[in-house]
């Protein structure tokens, strides 16, 4: 196994050894099995998990004990474990990602990809956030880690939004390639459909006449989208107000 982590030094007197506080979020490679070496690759090359821990440890005093780790498994998936305080990101899921979305015929095939895996490792890592820090929410756990994810990716300007709008895509396609009659309404997640409309509403409500082509009255409906700038603004109110206590420079949180 191959790893990295990033390490947080405590402040001390001129002169006096420097202790080393518990890593925060490191990152690691497991070798891949035999079939995920092109999955592997690209994970790295796109540096999704890197692009994900560095653009939250510029804006925050991340917990320690968090690990990100990209390895082979039995199922295409992603998630975080408290009780280990690992986020597990599988080459099977990152292959099942780019097939789906190389079944749409897009030319930004890999840029679309790279997006729809940072919002996967923004929403763990949201789950890690909620964990580590004990933040209060409402609702569904599995919708507010939606929320930060789109609440990162919106905030990074027009790259981040392209990426946020093809993650609106990708379970839009998920939804499609599925059965209404298999959909589980107890599941935890909301339904792939959900999803795709939670993210485009989000998108369009922060800004309105960039994205009008997202309110296509089918992923995304006209009446839906009317109270998306509302909505939006509700999400950025709400993790502004929760992770205020955590940012770099505030303070002890």
Known sequence: MVGAAVGVMSACAPGTPRAAEPAAWGISYETPKR????????????????E?????????????????????????????????????????????????????????LDERAEGALRETVYHEGAHALIDKWELPFVGREEDVADQLAAYQLIRQGAHGQRQLAAVADTYHLYAEDGDLEDIDFSDEHSPDAARA????????????????????????????????EEEWDALHRGWEHLLKPHREGSGTP
């Open 35 to 50: 079939g995920s070496g092109a999955e592997a690759e690209f994970l790295r090359k796109r540096r999704v998990l890197e």
């Open 52 to 108: 994900v821990r560095s653009s939250l440890a510029e804006q925050y005093r991340l917990p320690g004990g968090v690990t990100m780790t990209a390895k082979s498994c039995k199922d295409a998936e992603a998630e975080y474990d408290p009780e280990t305080g690992r986020i597990v990101v599988c080459y099977e899921f990152v292959g099942e990602t780019r097939d789906l979305l190389r079944g749409a015929d897009r030319s930004d």
């Open 197 to 228: 409309a939670n993210y485009r509403c989000w998108l369009y409500g922060a800004r309105p006449k960039t994205h009008e082509r997202l309110v296509d009255g089918t992923v995304l409906t006209r009446d839906r989208s009317e109270g998306c």
